[in-house]
């Protein structure tokens, strides 16, 4: 986890705060944002999303209402899960 984020084709710079509010951290994480459909009304919708993954060993503990700000971007968690291997956080973010 620690070579893909140190990468910087793949990883980009992030500030986290606990609870949005919370002292500022400086992590690398890998940013995903595949769309999803979904379905209401009666009809399909499209929404992005945006995955983050995060090392364990730089963020022990992540939670609804966290935010990570990427450049001018502010996402806030709404999901996170620990990966199979337990090394990485997978974190879902609204934007």
Do not use: K
């Not at 606990?18 to 379905?39: K, M, N």
């Not at 009304?41 to 995060?54: K, P, Q, Y």
């Amino acid at each position: 986890m620690a070579a893909l984020v140190a990468d910087p084709n793949l990883g980009v710079e992030a500030i986290y705060r606990q609870g949005g509010t919370g002292p500022a951290v400086a992590v690398r994480v890998l940013r995903s944002s595949p769309d999803r459909i979904g379905s209401g009304f009666g009809t399909e919708i499209l929404s992005a999303t945006d995955v983050l993954a995060v090392a364990i060993a730089s963020l022990p503990n992540v939670a609804a209402g966290d935010t990570f700000a990427l450049g001018a971007e502010l996402l806030t968690v709404t999901h996170a899960e620990r990966d199979a291997s337990g090394t990485a956080w997978r974190v879902f973010c609204q934007r």
